[in-house]
Nanobody, 124 residues
Framework: QVLLVESGGGLVQAGGSLRLSCAAS????????MGWFRQAPGKEREFVAR???????DYAESVKGRFTISRDNAKNTVYLQMNSLKPEDTAVYYC??????????????????WGQGTQVTVSS
């Protein structure tokens, strides 16, 4: 059984930092694009960042320069370092994995495995 488990969410003041982790089990994802998405209350799920198997990265404009996605294939884990957090970053953050050897784009339909989400709340 494939599982993606996010951790590291919590409550932080504006300007603070959090580091989210996504631990995968059940198979290796070293040949998969990995992504982070988020969903705020009353809004649709939106793309945050993605990383390829060659570790090239891509970010939504709203987080560029503040968030950093990385991966550790030895640990089968993906990270999202979030700095200079803003209240508008408040959302449930989801980790996702694309199909093996497939260049997954920003749209959520590109991703076949999803975690359960972790809450990030940024207070003003």
């Amino acid at each position: 059984q494939v599982l993606l488990v996010e951790s590291g969410g919590g409550l932080v003041q504006a300007g603070g930092s959090l580091r989210l982790s996504c631990a995968a089990s059940g198979r290796t994802f070293s040949n998969n694009y990995m992504g982070w998405f988020r969903q705020a209350p009353g809004k649709e799920r939106e793309f945050v960042a993605r990383i390829s198997w060659t570790t090239s990265t891509d970010y939504a404009e709203s987080v560029k320069g503040r968030f950093t996605i990385s991966r550790d294939n030895a640990k089968n884990t993906v990270y999202l370092q979030m700095n200079s957090l803003k209240p508008e970053d408040t959302a449930v953050y989801y980790c996702a994995a694309g199909r093996a050897s497939y260049a997954a784009g920003r749209a959520s339909y590109n991703y076949v495995y999803w975690g359960q989400g972790t809450q990030v709340t940024v207070s003003s």
